[in-house]
Nanobody
Framework: QVQLVESGGGLVPPGGSLRLSCAASGSIFSFVAMGWYRQAPEKQRDLVARINSGGEANYADSVKGRFTISRDNAKNTVYLQMNSLKPEDTAVYYC???????????????WGQGTQVTVSS
């Protein structure tokens, strides 16, 4: 069974930094992409950053230049380094993974349980 376990959320003052981690466990053959989404109260869940199997990353315009997504293939882990945090970055952050369990198999779409990030003085 595949699981995504997130960590690293918390309370940070404006201008501060946090690093989120998402570790995938289970018999995963290959990842298509891994990424981070966020959802603020009463708002939809939006893409923050994503990195594909080729290592190409894309970011929401609102976080470009402040957030960096990276991955450790050996650990099946994706990270989100968040710098210069703003109050509007406050949200629940969800890890997402697109992966295959076997060659030519279907692509599965899994979500982590979410981790709260609060930016406030």
């Amino acid at each position: 069974q595949v699981q995504l376990v997130e960590s690293g959320g918390g309370l940070v003052p404006p201008g501060g930094s946090l690093r989120l981690s998402c570790a995938a466990s289970g018999s995963i053959f290959s990842f298509v992409a891994m990424g981070w989404y966020r959802q603020a109260p009463e708002k939809q869940r939006d893409l923050v950053a994503r990195i594909n199997s080729g290592g190409e990353a894309n970011y929401a315009d609102s976080v470009k230049g402040r957030f960096t997504i990276s991955r450790d293939n050996a650990k099946n882990t994706v990270y989100l380094q968040m710098n210069s945090l703003k109050p509007e970055d406050t949200a629940v952050y969800y890890c997402n993974a697109l992966f295959q369990l076997r060659i030519g198999g279907p692509i599965y779409n899994y979500w982590g349980q979410g981790t709260q990030v609060t930016v406030s003085s």
